[in-house]
T-cell receptor, first 112, second 113 residues
Framework: GAVVSQHPSWVICKSGTSVKIECRSL??????MFWYRQFPKQSLMLMAT?????????EQGVEKDKFLINHASLTLSTLTVTSAHPEDSSFYIC????????FGPGTRLTVT | QQQVKQSPQSLIVQKGGIPIINCAYE??????FPWYQQFPGKGPALLIA?????SEKKEGRFTISFNKSAKQFSLHIMDSQPGDSATYFC????????????FGKGTKLTVNP
C-alpha cells in the first residue's frame, strides 16, 4: 500500500504557543488529505479535508482559526494548532488516498 | 444516516479462535466499506475492504462478509493470534462523493495465548 508519513511523531509545547504538524504522501500524489483527531480509547474524529491549492473544508464544530490547514503541494499538507491549550492535547492523524485511505503514524501533541 | 454502528465494543478470544466484529449502516449511498487495524500509539492500517457488489472477500486470515439487504458487514479473523490483539474499526464512504470515511466506534480485540 501507499505510504504516508507524519512529522513530528510527538511534540510537547507550552500553552499559548503554536505547533505545526506535517503530513506527507511519500510514493503518490494526493490532491486530498484528511486530518483526524483521536482521544484515548475512542474512534477517529474527522477534523477537516485538506484540498491541494484551495481552502480546507472543516467539519462542523472544528475551529478553522485554531486549526490551520495548508495543502501547498500534492505531497504535503500541514496542520497548525494555534495558541494551543491543554484541551488540544490529543493524537492527530492524517490520511491520504482516494477510495483507499492510507493513514500516517500519528502525532501525539501534549500541551502543558 | 451517516452513522456506522459497530459491535461489540470489546472482544476476548483464545488463540486459534475466530473473532467476529459486526457493523451496520443506514445510508444506502455508502458503497465502499474498509476495515482498519490500529495498535496503541500508531495510525490505523488498512486491512481489507469490500464493495457492495460482492458478498464476501478474503485476504489471508481476514474475511469480510457483506449483506446488502440487511445493510450489515462483518470482519472474521481466522486462526487468530496474540499479534492480532488491536483495535479494529469499520468504516464506510461514498464513491464520487467527498471520499470522507465514516468510522465505527471500534472494537478492542484481545487474543489470549
Amino acid at each position: 500500500g501507499a505510504v504516508v508519513s507524519q512529522h513530528p511523531s510527538w511534540v510537547i509545547c507550552k500553552s499559548g504557543t503554536s505547533v505545526k504538524i506535517e503530513c506527507r504522501s511519500l510514493d503518490f500524489q494526493a490532491t486530498t488529505m484528511f486530518w483526524y483527531r483521536q482521544f484515548p480509547k475512542q474512534s477517529l474524529m474527522l477534523m477537516a479535508t485538506s484540498n491541494e491549492g484551495s481552502k480546507a473544508t472543516y467539519e462542523q464544530g472544528v475551529e478553522k482559526d485554531k486549526f490551520l490547514i495548508n495543502h501547498a503541494s500534492l505531497t504535503l499538507s500541514t496542520l497548525t494548532v494555534t495558541s494551543a491549550h491543554p484541551e488540544d492535547s490529543s493524537f492527530y492523524i492524517c490520511s491520504a488516498g482516494r477510495r483507499e485511505q492510507y493513514f500516517g503514524p500519528g502525532t501525539r501533541l501534549t500541551v502543558t | 444516516q451517516q452513522q456506522v454502528k459497530q459491535s461489540p465494543q470489546s472482544l476476548i478470544v483464545q488463540k486459534g479462535g475466530i473473532p467476529i466484529i459486526n457493523c451496520a449502516y443506514e445510508n444506502t449511498a455508502f458503497d465502499y466499506f474498509p476495515w482498519y487495524q490500529q495498535f496503541p500509539g500508531k495510525g490505523p492500517a488498512l486491512l481489507i475492504a469490500i464493495r457492495p457488489d460482492v458478498s464476501e472477500k478474503k485476504e489471508g486470515r481476514f474475511t469480510i462478509s457483506f449483506n446488502k439487504s440487511a445493510k450489515q458487514f462483518s470482519l472474521h479473523i481466522m486462526d487468530s493470534q496474540p499479534g492480532d490483539s488491536a483495535t479494529y474499526f469499520c468504516a464506510a464512504s461514498i464513491q464520487g462523493g467527498s471520499e470522507k470515511l465514516v468510522f465505527g466506534k471500534g472494537t478492542k480485540l484481545t487474543v489470549n495465548p
